[in-house]
């Protein structure tokens, strides 16, 4: 599944099914699931999108839910909407890392805009992830002094004091640096301090809300 999708979770058929044409009218594309448990056998991380998500429902509760795929290392984004919502709840979830707590019944405008952001934070969550993965195998293909040099230009050190600090001579740095740009596929320095950064970066589950 290769496009952005949004994940229907209630299990009221009614209510699944209009909000699936609604969205499918807006230019979505949408999966429904008649209960959380069903929606956790079936989802896989790989695919991009975001969940609307009933807050009471049989079985696993929609927190239950957002709970559980948050154990599971599953950062795709949670908009749950509700016809029992209160100001603890809708902290909880919140708290949780939804995107929007929405209340039933449920405003068009508010929701598309709520699945907007919410399919903006998985692009962008997404890129980061796979820029960190594109880093970290990159970066392990260096040799120990390359990476030495490497990090010694990401802390802004010129190259006389990197010659100095390793006992080499700044034409030798040169070297240095030609081969992590010829490695690394960067054609500038600012490339180099962006795959630093990018190793960095916390894996996609552990990622800021």
């Known amino acids: 599944m290769s496009d952005a999708t949004v994940f229907i979770v ?15 009218l807006k230019g979505f594309h949408t999966r429904t699931y008649p209960s959380a448990e069903e929606f956790l056998a079936r989802y896989r991380p790989e695919w991009p999108g975001c969940v609307v998500l009933d807050l009471r429902m049989t079985g696993m509760s929609g927190l239950e839910l957002q709970a559980e795929l948050a154990r ?11 016809a029992h919502g209160d100001v603890p709840t ?8 939804a995107v929007d707590f929405i209340e039933k019944p449920i405003d068009d405008g508010t929701l598309v805009a709520a699945i907007a952001a919410a399919l903006d934070r998985d692009a962008r969550e997404r ?6 993965t594109l880093a ?27 010659a100095a600090l390793l006992g080499i001579s700044p034409r030798t740095v040169e070297v240095y640096k030609a081969r ?30």
Do not use: C, F, W, Y
Not at 149 to 154: E, I, N, R, S
């Open 10 to 24: 209630d299990d009221d058929a009614g209510m699944r099914d209009s909000l699936a044409m609604l969205l499918e």
């Open 72 to 82: 599971r290392g599953m950062a795709i984004p949670v908009i749950i909407v509700s």
């Open 90 to 97: 809708t902290r909880m979830a919140l708290k949780g890392g």
């Open 127 to 132: 890129r980061q992830a796979a820029a960190r």
């Open 136 to 162: 970290i195998e990159g970066l392990a293909r260096l040799t120990a002094r390359e990476r030495e040099v490497l990090d010694l230009v990401a802390d802004g050190k010129h190259n006389r004091e990197i």
């Open 180 to 209: 992590l740009m010829d490695k690394l596929q960067a054609r500038r320095v600012t490339e180099l301090l962006r795959l630093v950064l990018a190793e960095k970066q916390p894996p996609e589950g552990d990622l800021p809300r």
